[in-house]
């Protein structure tokens, strides 16, 4: 059973960054993709972003791309979301989740979430 707990949320201004991070307890991280979701008041759960296990291939939403880059520490068991440039439209609360394939993650599918952490973008 993997453990996720994400960090880093928090209240910024538009045109700001935050650093979101996500802690895992398994000790086989890096065999896991790893990635980020969010989800806005009224609407479903949205795919962010994606990581393989070694860190090798990265995969974004659109609404995201050249603005949020992933990132990993598999000596850390943490995985990063370096979110830039943020919009009102990012406000949501952000989800990490793993899987053994990167496929899965991206599909939507994976087998363990964190919490949540809250990012709140105000104009």
């Known amino acids: 059973q993997v453990q996720l707990v994400e960090s880093g949320g928090g209240l910024v201004q538009a045109g700001g960054s935050l650093r979101l991070s996500c802690a895992a307890s398994?000790?086989?991280?890096?065999?896991?993709?790893m990635g980020w979701f969010r989800q806005s008041p009224g609407k479903e759960r949205e795919f962010v972003a994606a990581?393989?296990?070694?860190?090798?291939?990265?995969y974004y939403a659109n609404s995201v791309k050249g603005r949020f880059t992933i990132s990993r520490d598999n000596a850390k068991n943490t995985v990063f979301l370096q979110m830039n440039s943020l919009n009102p439209e990012d406000t949501a609360v952000y989800y990490c989740?793993?899987?053994?394939?990167?496929?899965?993650?991206?599909?939507?599918?994976?087998?363990?979430w964190g919490q949540g952490t809250q990012v709140t973008v105000s104009s």
């Open positions: 989740a793993a899987d053994m394939t990167s496929r899965t993650v991206v599909a939507g599918r994976p087998n363990y």
């Open positions: 398994e000790r086989a991280f890096s065999s896991y993709a």
């Open positions: 990581i393989g296990s070694s860190g090798g291939n990265m």
